[in-house]
């Protein structure tokens, strides 16, 4: 299986790293670029393009952990924050416009209402990408 382009979604949550880890181990065998991004989801009640510092500044942390983190694994990665208004359309835009061959996302475990959930953004990605679609869940507590 030739898998040239990744692209791994970060959360900044526990297992960005094994999401990245994976991406590694994944893309050395076929040489593959690695995209990482981090998709900061504005309100709605702001413009798309509005300057939230403290979220850019959580976006560039965990941009630059990941980065670290592809390093020590012997990858360069290209990182991007984008602004959009949901995080799974914006995962998949990305995806299409760069051509990737799969979407690594990290989750973590959570419950809402009792219930085991996936939010928004996975089960969108996992219906909507152009591509395969690998998920890295933390385990259950």
């Known amino acids: 299986m030739e898998l040239e382009k990744l692209l791994v979604a970060a959360r900044g949550n526990g297992v960005d790293q094994i999401a990245v880890e994976l991406a ?11 995209f990482i991004v981090y998709v900061i989801e504005v309100n709605r009640s702001l413009p798309v393009d509005a300057i ?9 942390k965990v941009l630059l952990e990941a980065e670290e983190h592809a390093q020590q694994n012997d990858f360069n990665v290209e990182t ?3 602004q959009a208004r ?15 061959d799969m979407i690594i996302m990290s989750m973590n475990y959570k ?6 959930t996936m939010g928004n953004a996975v089960p969108h990605v996992l219906e909507e990408a152009p ?11």
């Open 24 to 34: 590694c181990k994944i893309g050395k065998k076929s040489k593959s670029k690695i």
């Open 52 to 60: 939230i510092k403290s979220d850019m500044a959580a976006a560039e």
């Open 80 to 82: 991007e924050i984008i």
């Open 111 to 116: 419950k809402r209402f009792g219930s085991f």
């Open 86 to 100: 949901d995080v799974g359309p914006a995962i998949i835009e990305v995806a299409r416009q760069n051509k990737v």
């Open 131 to 141: 591509c395969r679609v690998l998920i890295c869940r933390e385990p259950k507590p």
